[in-house]
């Protein structure tokens, strides 16, 4: 109980942010028309490719005689880059149609 | 001053994900909002690769390799989302989701092994600077008080979310494109459930055996410095894994097709959450907002999406469809005959009508039907018809699958109309033509309390003069119920591949 406590003391700041951002996640999509449902899915795919900055630091910090890090590492960038830069182009990609039509 | 514009670089990453998914909400600036994110994320990388420093003030390393990884996945994303045909979009979405949760997996995998020999590395780092020895003494202390379970505690969730978020995604990426069929046995639900609570069972006691291991190490710092872990979390870490992943497979292999949207779009929001374990893990405030946003925002989309199916996501994930598809037999009633109709009475009928209404399906999407779909529309306008499009907000794989894909062939966006306005106008419709949508025109969804799909907001077609229907078989849909508005005397057959029936028909009505 302690411990719990002590850890929510310590991380208050990250535990308002998450909250604000449950809000504000949802008051943000919430006046979504359909017609933008399958771009915003992908968009927001995009956006939690956000990981890929946790995966840059565990390749950076690896230990240079750490091939299991390193490998990890190394597939971690490959997989959150492939999220964040698929994501962004697949999602303009969708978009681009949209803008076409007046 | 490098950690502080690292802070600012986040700040802005932040600000400018909010933003983005703000935009993506409204057509007129979605696209700008998509570049803004983007712009974003790129500051946030190039800023973690040059600014980031860890508690010790050292920066990172391996250059080599990150820039490797970011080329070698940068350049396969491109192509990847490049190349991809619009009809497979909801596929690529699902696998770029898997590849976020894999990176997820990963991390944690990773972290994990650094944790579980944190004293190894400081000693040995700490014996070679000789009198640094005596200071090191309260470093464990922190982390056996404070620390240590909750790092464990993110590693988990981490690894589990983005472990099932991987899997499922691969699994709703396989479905979706037809290489994975559904697939469910007795008692499934059962087996989900357990694997999900051994797993979460697992990671407990990991965490609960790991503090107690410390609170003995701390009291003989010198003496067990070199291991603090026990032996058996490593091997029972790698369970937990491979269970997760079994979860996450098992987890979507049971929901059918129609139900992939939904299933994406949550898959969506968990590795949101997962990105935003590692937020924690890392204070990193750019990761925590971007996930949490993500995962906030990605929940209420699929509880909409639900929403438009009238029906809940527990509906859609304990897979009652198929459930229901088994009892139903003993009420099925004899269906009666349906009518087919010649390609040139379609056709006459059409070019004579007044008013003209498209009901586009996922039939349309396989057949890639949406440019002859155009023509065909152009054709009739040209002749006096009017032609609008009738979107059901669930038509397709997709929400919005329909107006991606007809925006794709050029269609106008004055002619897409939604639900109310269509079912608004069918009475006044002289001829409506359902294109390989099937469950989203069943009237049985208005009629038929028994039916998985009754209390949907379906297309009232019906109401229309006639209804042509243009399908490949007498096939169910993905629902997998029939359909009696196949059988009603206004309803006629035209049966085909929606291109090649398109075209027929285009010829058809150029000759007359």
Known sequence: MHHILSWIGVHQQMIYIVILM????????????????????????????????????????????????????????????????????????????????K | MGSNILTIIYLLASVTFILGLKMLSSPATARRGNLIAAAGMVLAIIGTIFLYTDEDGERLHNYGWIFGGLVV????????????????????????????????????????????????????????????????????????????????????????????????????????????????????????????????????????????????????????????????????????????????????LPIGGADMPVVISLLNSFTGVAAACGGFLYDNKAMLTGGILVGAAGTLLTILMCRAMNRSLKNVLVGNFGGAGVAAPGTKREQGHYREIALSDAALLMSYAHKVMIVPGYGLAVAQAQHVCHELEKLLTEKGVEVKYAIHPVAGRMPGHMNVLLAEADVSYDKLLELEQANAEFPTTDVVIVLGANDVVNPAARNDPASPIYGMPILDVELAKTCIVNKRSMKPGYAGIENELFFRPKTAMLFGDAKKALQELIGEIKNL
């Open chain 1, 22 to 101: 449950v809000f504000l996640g949802i008051e943000v999509i919430g006046r979504v028309p359909a017609v933008l449902h399958t771009p915003l899915m992908s968009g927001a795919n995009a956006i939690h490719g956000v990981v890929i900055i946790g995966a840059i630091i565990v390749m950076g910090k690896a230990e240079s005689d750490n091939y299991i890090a390193l490998g990890l590492g190394f597939l971690a960038v490959v997989l959150g880059t492939l999220n964040v830069v698929g994501g962004f182009v697949v999602t303009d990609r969708m978009l681009e149609m949209f803008k076409k039509r």
């Open chain 2, 73 to 252: 996945g940068g350049s396969v994303g491109v192509i990847a989302a490049r190349k991809v045909k619009m009809t497979a979009m909801p596929e690529m979405v699902s696998l770029f989701n898997g590849m976020g949760g894999a990176c997820a997996a990963l991390i944690s995998i990773v972290e994990f092994n650094h944790l579980i020999r944190p004293f190894a590395i400081n000693m040995r780092r700490l014996m070679g600077e000789g009198e640094f020895i005596r200071s090191h003494v309260n470093i464990p202390t922190g982390f056996g008080a404070g620390g240590q379970w909750s790092i464990l505690l993110i590693i988990f969730a981490g690894l589990i979310i983005g472990s099932v978020s991987f899997a499922g995604s691969i699994v709703a990426w396989g479905k979706l494109n037809g290489r994975i069929k559904d697939y469910s046995f007795k008692g499934q639900h059962f087996v989900n459930i357990s694997l999900l609570m051994l797993a979460v069972g697992i990671a407990a006691y990991i965490i609960f055996s790991f503090r107690s291991d410390l609170t003995i190490d701390l009291a003989n710092i010198s003496v067990t410095a070199g291991s603090s872990a026990p032996s058996y979390a490593k091997p029972l870490f790698y369970t937990v894994f491979g269970l997760a992943i079994f979860y996450g497979i098992f987890f979507v």
